[in-house]
């Protein structure tokens, strides 16, 4: 018997999410904030991968994950993963394909011809577009029935480079977990462990910039910017990597080679990977964003406020969509200071001027960006947003 269109929005969903892998990344956290969103809300996550360190978390949070080689960009097995793709939903009865990535999007638009389940995607970053063959990978991104936009400067890119309809693209900020990202719960037993690992002594004033450390990221700026830092004057200051190790990548070995040759090895600190991000930010007295592409909403950016660091952040991200600061509002009101994309001596201003306004302000000025974060990147508001998307795409009767 057919379920009456005025009750379909009440029965559970099946949300198949496709992510390349389940190793620690924004993207896989915000595969997961998704997965908690859904079973909170007694639907049915499931995460189509190639399985990783974050594996175990998602099962924790009520997500069926799968394995498949979803992170090929090798046309026959994008179509093979399609088909499997196009099984999965039939077998698990699927209502909406959420495709996190351009190669799972692939995928997940053949599916969707073959099984005729919905598929959406999240567009969560600006990609580069050098030629015609670029822009036509990247945009299958907005092919589905719906794309998802962390904020609505990235939807108005979406909308003017692909010609998207406004309405098709739907804006939802992340969600930030204000109670784990909570300067309250600290353990300092595991801040003094991650201080001594980290070889940061009790005088140290720490700059932290999280992630991965990549070109697009470029992290080279802030070691140009440590060099002026010192230069200047400064001399307790650390600056922490936190993220992938150097050896792993060239352009990484790029940004260590360049620490060497400037004599930076007293001031930098590249630590790799690190689990505890709550005791990480604990140990900063500011976090950086050195990103030099618009990307969506970055996660480490709204975590350092929600733990109350100030934070220095990229002109090229999402202005006062991811930070309070000047020009947007008073100074007064600030949460951070914005600087001008790939300025390595602007940079080095911002941390002077973060790092000159003492202790206190710096403490004020977290305190407001707390209380910021908490009113606009609850759970509850980014869950409430997401399952109004999964609902209206679920019950819209799918064209022949």
Known sequence: MAIPANQLHERPLTVVQVVPDLQPSGTVHHALE???A???????????????RMEAAAER???????????????????????KLAELSRDLSADVLHAQGRAPAWSCLVANKISRVPFIATYDGSFSERNLLKRLYNSVMVRGARVIAPGERLAKMIEERYGTAREKISVVPHAIDFEAFNPAHVDPLERALLANQWGVAPKDRVILLPGRLSRPKAPHLLVEAAARLREAGLKDFICI?????????GYAGDVWDRMHQLGLSSHVRFVGHTEDMVSAYSLADIV??????????????LEAQAMG???????????????RA?????????TGVLYRSG?????????????????????????????????HFSKESFAERLLAVYREVANKPVAS
């Not at 992170?71 to 179509?79: D, G, L, R, Y």
Request: glycine share 8%; proline share 5%.
């Open 343 to 375: 300025d390595s001596a602007e940079l080095a201003q911002t941390l002077f001027k973060l790092l000159a306004m003492g202790a206190a302000s710096r403490r004020a000025m977290g305190v407001r960006g707390r209380e910021w974060i908490a009113s």
């Open 38 to 52: 859904l079973s909170r809300a007694k639907h049915r996550p499931v995460i189509v991968s190639e399985g990783g």
């Open 61 to 83: 949070l009520g997500a069926t994950v799968i394995k498949l080689p979803v992170a090929s960009k090798n046309p026959t097995q994008m179509v093979a993963n399609a088909r």
């Open 288 to 301: 950086v964003c050195t990103s030099v592409s618009q990307g969506g909403h970055r996660r480490a950016v």
């Open 241 to 249: 990597f936190a993220g992938e190790h150097p050896e792993r990548s």
């Open 34 to 36: 998704i997965a908690e």
């Open 309 to 323: 660091v100030p934070v220095a952040v990229s002109d090229s991200e999402n202005g006062d969509e991811i930070v």
């Open 326 to 334: 000047a020009p947007y509002i008073s100074e007064a009101r600030a």
